[in-house]
């Protein structure tokens, strides 16, 4: 029983040691981290924005049915 958890464990940090040093999956995160803080920067500009952005809505909807 102990060599099994022996062996995951080895297993799990090689894992993590491969993940750490393959560029591929740093460029990924590097990505994933700059698309989060562009989502994060769309949420607060509508969120402070969303008055103007319905009267924008209004006043379009307004101008096709007239």
């Known amino acids: ?3 099994t958890a022996l062996k ?3 297993a ?3 894992g993590f040691a491969r993940l750490r040093d393959d560029d591929e999956a740093q460029t990924l995160t590097e990505y ?3 698309i989060a803080v562009i989502a994060i920067g769309v949420l ?3 969120y402070f924005l969303r008055n103007q ?3 924008l ?10």
Do not use: Y
């Not at 809505?57 to 007239?66: E, K, L, P, V």
């Open 44 to 46: 607060v500009a509508l």
């Open 12 to 14: 799990a940090q090689n």
């Open 53 to 55: 952005i319905k009267d």
């Open 57 to 66: 809505f209004s006043q379009t909807g307004s101008s096709i049915t007239a």
């Open 8 to 10: 995951a464990i080895v």
């Open 1 to 3: 029983m102990r060599d």
């Open 32 to 34: 994933a981290l700059i």
